[in-house]
């Protein structure tokens, strides 16, 4: 129940952060149409938040994180993770970015066949999980069982056994059936 009503919170306050930026937003966004050309104005965001911001404001972090997302979607994962270790760096003590960026460059490692460094950001991630506040078993199911598919494809199938029954014990506790659903039919795969 609380992180239903996390959630909740979380989405007001983000309708209230949208009707106090949708101004600058608008303004920004006309200024940075670029057309066919989909994720360049990120440095022309940047120029102009420069000149407005503090220089330690979280902007920065959501540019380069921003950056990031559009990258990986279109498949340039190297460059996508340059951008992401450059928004973690910026980031505090902000506990959620963190692991969110921690699986999207794991995810991007994996995508590029990274195993190795996709198994670190992964670990880094499901350590930042156990430092939040809130139960994230879906997120924590992912990791664990990515992990397990790394560890399976190094030919490591006891630690990858590990993983999956680690993944397989949060789905139940957190009484999800789709998340128990999805647990169990990576196993039959």
Request: hydrophobic letters at 35%.
């Amino acid at each position: 129940m609380h992180s239903v009503i996390a959630a909740a919170i979380r989405e007001q306050k983000k309708d209230i952060l949208y009707d106090e930026t949708r101004p600058f937003i608008e303004r920004l966004s006309e200024e940075l149409d670029f057309g066919s050309q989909w994720g360049q104005g990120y440095k022309k965001a940047e120029d102009i938040w420069r000149k407005t911001l503090p220089e330690n404001s979280v902007r920065f972090m959501e540019i380069h994180q921003c950056r990031g997302e559009c990258l990986m979607m279109s498949e340039q994962y190297k460059e996508a993770i340059e951008e992401y270790i450059k928004a973690l760096s910026l980031l505090n003590s902000q506990v959620w970015p963190r692991i969110e960026m921690a699986s999207d460059i794991a995810e991007c490692y994996l995508m590029s066949e990274d195993l190795a460094n996709a198994k670190i950001y992964f670990m880094q991630a499901l350590n930042d999980l156990d430092k939040w506040e809130e139960a994230e078993a879906g997120m924590q199911a992912h990791i664990l069982l990515n992990l397990c598919e790394i560890e399976k494809h190094l030919g490591n199938r006891m630690e990858s056994e590990d993983y999956y029954q680690r993944a397989l014990q949060d789905a139940q506790q957190s009484g999800d059936p789709e998340l128990i659903s999805i647990v169990r039919t990576y196993k039959t795969q």
